[in-house]
């Protein structure tokens, strides 16, 4: 069965934290996303990894940065959290190839920032 | 620029009645059109696609969608909806710019009533 994995369910942080979002997928996916997901905004694309090392902005990649050293693991890091970054953060991955390849999400991470 | 507007943030139908959710989408190009379906304290998972061959989409769980180009709508509709269909649906386009990366609607959340 295919698996993306979330380190956490959920998290609780204090405002100023270094905060660590971890994501591993089993699927050998060359691509990797994180989103935020918001009540009555959907979901936003804060970083998008193509292959180990490279990395892209999304829509929102202010006040956060990633990481991925290797294929499986790509990493969300808020470098300073504040409150407006409480949200559902959630991982996914696919497979490159032509045309569309279907992205599997995480169960997410549900982050309280006080 | 692209965009995908789902109209009503929640929906609620009896158990038994037909499930109608609307997603309207704006491509300057012919698009690639997803329903995926978030249950509770889970990532998403998808439900359908449109990838431009038959414009009546089959998805999983009984759920279908049509694809009207006129309309530049792709609503999903089910016969008779069931409690455990209860969860958010998300619409979503693929980008113009990237055949990896998806714009999703703001999300409606389906209620079934016993």
């Known amino acids: 069965d295919v698996k993306v994995t979330q380190s956490s369910r959920y998290l609780v942080k204090r405002t100023g934290e270094k905060v660590f979002l971890e994501c591993v997928q089993d699927?050998?996916?060359?691509?990797m996303f994180w989103y935020r997901q918001d009540p009555g905004l959907g979901l936003r694309l804060i970083y998008f990894s193509y292959d180990v090392k490279m990395k892209e902005k999304g829509d929102i990649p202010e006040g956060y940065s990633v990481s991925r050293e290797k294929k499986e693991r790509f990493s969300l890091i808020l470098e300073s959290a504040s409150t407006n970054q409480t949200s559902m953060y959630l991982c996914a991955s696919s497979k490159q190839g032509a045309g569309w390849t279907e992205a599997f999400f995480g169960q997410g991470t549900r982050l309280t920032v006080v | 620029a692209q965009s995908v507007t789902q109209l009503g943030s929640h929906v609620s139908v009896s158990e038994g009645a037909l499930v109608l959710l609307r997603c309207n989408y704006s491509?300057?190009?012919?698009?690639?059109l997803f329903w995926y379906v978030q249950y509770p304290n889970q990532g998403l998972q998808l439900l359908l696609k449109?990838?431009?061959?038959?414009?009546l989409v089959k998805g999983i769980n009984g759920f279908e969608a049509e694809f009207k180009k006129s309309e530049t709508s792709f609503h999903l509709t089910k016969p008779s909806a069931h409690m455990s269909d209860a969860a958010e649906y998300f619409c979503a386009v693929r980008r113009v710019d990237s055949s990896y990366k998806l714009i999703f609607g703001s999300g409606t959340r389906l209620l079934v009533r016993p």
């Open positions: 699927m050998d996916h060359e691509n």
């Open positions: 449109y990838t431009s061959a038959a414009t």
């Open positions: 491509s300057s190009v012919p698009p690639y």
